[in-house]
Structures are given as C-alpha cells and as structure tokens.
C-alpha cells in the first residue's frame, strides 16, 4: 500500500537585526506545519528563505555568490518599514524577492515565503503604490546622490567639489540636476524632499 505524500517542507531561517521583530516572525512561522524554521544564519546554511531586514537583505542578496547553495540573491524575503519608493526600489535592483512591511498580517507573511520559496517575487500590496511612483519619477544618477548626501552635511559647492575630486562648476550641474528631478527651487528643499522620499535615509531595519 503506498504511503500519501507529504508536502514538502520550507527551510527557514530568521535573520532579523530587530530580536522582538525576530522572535514575532520566527513564532509566527513555526505555527505553520509546511515550515522549518531557525533563527540566526550562517554563511554555508542551506535554506528555502531567509527572512531578514532590509540592510541585511540588501547585503545578502548584493554579495551572494551565483549558483552557491546556502543563502543565495533570490532567496531574501525582507520584512521592515522602510516604505519609500526609493528603498523599495534599491531592494529589489539588489536582488531581493520578497518586500513585506511590518505590519503585514501572519497569513501574508506564510504566503510571502511560500512565494519566495517556490523562486516567484512576492511585493506587499501596500508598497506596490510606492514602487510604481518611483519607477515613473526622474531618478537621480549616482554622482549626484553623492553630491546630495554632502549638502545634507552642509558642504558648500568648492567643498563638495573637493571632497569629490570634481570642478565646482560640475558640482553645480549635478545640483542643478538634483533640483529639477526633485522638483524643488532650493538645497533646502531638495534636502527635506530627499529625505521624505528616503533617498537621505539610513537602511538599517
């Protein structure tokens, strides 16, 4: 007589800098029958998902080796708040998969990492609005994100442009081009509009 088949099993590993957040999920998961799950990682541990925060994510899936068994780019599931488009965006050109808020509830959160395990992209409903913001918004390039990161430490334009190794006339350019993507007519509010955007904000949950 043939046995039935079991569903195969989820191997999860909860890696989340946030210990109570950490100890939510992993508790949460553990309650589903179709997972395996443990807290904390190590680099050669071989897993279904990880679900981390979002620096760890981004870390994870931008250094991971192709084609190396263990804790590989499509494999991160982040659970965080940071909810600007820009951070959303950042995770998912990085490599990861799944993008959940805190707030999610313990059914999306399952469904989420069944997602990510099965190799599909799983994105919260409530950072899909943000995200599609962002993708129809001017981006600013990377040299320009520099020079916006030292105006919020406020360096003048002959600094910057020192600190750079550029001409101040070339740090001018770029502010005036981070003007105009961000819509704003001073360096004060291209820095409030940075930051209400998160392109200013410290990935660190």
Not at 40 to 47: E, I, K, L
Not at 87 to 98: E, F, S
Not at 153 to 178: C, F, P, Q, S, Y
Request: glycine share 8%; net charge positive; with cysteine.
């Amino acid at each position: 007589m043939t046995e039935p088949t079991q569903a195969r099993q989820i191997r999860v590993i909860v890696a989340h800098r946030d210990p109570y957040v950490s100890a939510g999920i992993a508790s949460l998961l553990r309650s589903r029958a179709d997972f395996v799950v443990r807290s904390g990682a190590a680099a050669d541990d071989v897993v279904d998902v990880l679900v981390t925060d979002y620096a760890t994510g981004i870390h994870t899936a931008t250094n991971a080796a192709p084609g190396r068994q263990g804790l590989v780019s499509n494999l991160c599931l982040v659970v965080t708040d940071q909810r600007t488009g820009w951070q959303i965006r950042r995770a998912v050109d990085a490599g990861v998969r799944g993008y959940l808020l805190h707030d999610c509830s313990a059914e999306e959160l399952s469904d989420a990492v069944r997602c990510v395990a099965e190799g599909r992209r799983y994105l919260s409903h409530s950072v899909s609005d943000p995200l599609l913001d962002h993708l129809t918004a001017p981006v600013p390039t990377a040299r320009e994100l520099e020079v916006l990161r030292l105006i919020a430490h406020g360096l003048a334009n002959k600094d910057i442009g020192r600190r750079l190794g550029i001409g101040e006339g070339t740090v001018k350019t770029h502010v005036k081009g981070l003007l105009r993507k961000l819509g704003e007519s001073t360096r004060t509010a291209v820095i409030a509009e940075a930051f209400r955007r998160g392109l200013l904000l410290e990935a660190t949950s």
